[in-house]
Every structure is written in C-alpha cells, then in structure tokens.
C-alpha cells in the first residue's frame, strides 16, 4: 500500500522556523520526485517545493525562495521541508505528493501543477501567528 504522511505540522510565530517530514512507503522510493504543495482556506492548491531523489534536483515556489530548503534521506525514503523566516501568508495545510520521476523528466518546468502527481498524503496544519 502507498503511503505518504506529512508530520512536522504546527503553530509557530512569524518569524520562526519548522520542518515537515513526508515518510514514503509502499513504492521504489528512487523512482518517484517528491513535491511539497499547499492549501489556504478559499485559495487553490499551489506548489510550494519539488525535490528528485534520482538527480538531487530541485525547485521553489517564488514565495518561498530563501527561506524554504527541500532535502531527502533516501535511505529513510523521508522528505523534509525547513521553512525558516516563516510568515502569516505561509498558514496552510501542507501536503507532499508522489510523481513518477519519468513523468517528471519531460514535464519538469510543470513540477507545481498537482495533476502531475499520483499519489498524496493527508496533510499537516501550519499555522503562523503574527
């Protein structure tokens, strides 16, 4: 069975730092890319970060530039997000999802669009107080 689980979720002031996990399991860790998205209360779902195991490449959501960094322990199959200098507009729940690395070869540029991706998990609650 596949699953990804966000953990890592919180209340934290503006200013401060936090870091997701997302633990995989259930699939070849290798061949998927992992990306981080999320979702504010009435707003669409955006693409906050993307990370690929197989080249270590990765990308960032302009609103996060600076102060987000995606990493990955391949062997803990775990994807980490560190949100540093976090502020009010980054409250959302958090979501890291799964697309097949072969996908993503030819679609890379497209990696924020959630279509793109197979498989998701349930999402953590970051809240940021101003």
């Known amino acids: 069975e596949v699953q990804l689980v966000e953990s890592g979720g919180g209340l934290v002031q503006a200013g401060g730092s936090l870091r997701l996990s997302c633990a995989a399991s259930?699939?070849?860790?290798?061949?998927?890319?992992i990306g981080w998205f999320r979702q504010a209360p009435g707003k669409e779902r955006e693409g906050v970060s993307y990370?690929?195991?197989?080249?270590?490449?990765?990308y960032y959501a302009d609103s996060v530039k600076g102060r987000f960094t995606i990493s990955s322990d391949n062997a803990k199959n775990t994807v980490y997000l560190q949100m540093n200098s976090v502020k009010p507009e980054d409250t959302a729940v958090y979501y890291c999802?799964?697309?097949?690395?072969?996908?993503?070869?030819?679609?890379?540029?497209?990696?924020?669009?959630?279509?793109?991706?197979?498989?998701w998990g349930q999402g953590t609650q970051v809240t940021v107080s101003s």
């Open positions: 999802a799964a697309a097949y690395i072969r996908v993503m070869k030819l679609y890379v540029s497209s990696w924020s669009i959630p279509g793109l991706y197979s498989y």
């Open positions: 259930g699939f070849t860790f290798d061949d998927y890319a």
């Open positions: 990370i690929s195991s197989s080249d270590g490449s990765t």
